[in-house]
C-alpha cells in the first residue's frame, strides 16, 4: 500500500506561483513512476506532468498546456515529488492530484502509465 498527501495549493493571481508537494508513505520502495493530474469542473482529470525514474535518471514529460509554466521534480531522500507551476493562468484552475504509476518503454522513450494510488488532490484557484 501507498499512501500519497497532497499540499500547496491554494488562491493566487494570474502571473503567480505555486509548488505543489505530494509526500508519499508505506510501501514506496517502487516509486519509480510518479505524476501529477488535475481536475476541472466537468473536465475529465487529466495528465499535466509525470517523472520516471530508470537507471539512475529522471525523465520527465509535460501536457502541452503547461510546457515551459510547470516543473516537476523529485526529492528521493525525502519521497516527495513536487510541481512548480509558474506563470499560472484561470485555465489552470482545478484540483490537482498526485498519482503513483508504472512505465514503460518503447523505441527508446519512456512513458507514464497512471496507477492505483491517488491523493486526495490539492485546490488550485487562479484569479483573473
Known amino acids: 500500500q501507498v499512501q500519497l498527501v497532497e499540499s500547496g495549493g491554494g488562491l493566487v493571481q494570474v502571473g503567480g506561483s505555486l509548488r505543489l508537494s505530494c509526500a508519499a508513505s508505506g510501501s514506496t520502495s517502487r516509486l519509480n513512476a510518479m505524476g501529477w493530474y488535475r481536475q476541472a469542473p466537468g473536465k475529465q482529470r487529466e495528465l499535466v506532468a509525470s517523472i520516471i525514474s530508470s537507471g539512475g535518471t529522471n525523465y520527465v514529460d509535460y501536457a502541452d498546456f503547461v510546457k515551459g509554466r510547470f516543473t516537476i521534480s523529485r526529492d528521493n531522500a525525502k519521497i516527495t515529488v513536487y510541481l512548480q507551476m509558474n506563470s499560472l493562468k484561470p485555465e489552470d484552475t482545478a484540483v490537482y492530484y498526485c498519482?503513483?504509476?508504472?512505465?514503460?518503454?518503447?523505441?527508446?522513450?519512456?512513458?507514464?502509465?497512471?496507477?492505483?494510488?491517488w491523493g486526495q488532490g490539492t485546490q488550485v484557484a487562479v484569479s483573473s
Open positions: 498519482n503513483a504509476g508504472n512505465f514503460y518503454r518503447t523505441s527508446g522513450r519512456y512513458y507514464y502509465d497512471s496507477g492505483n494510488y
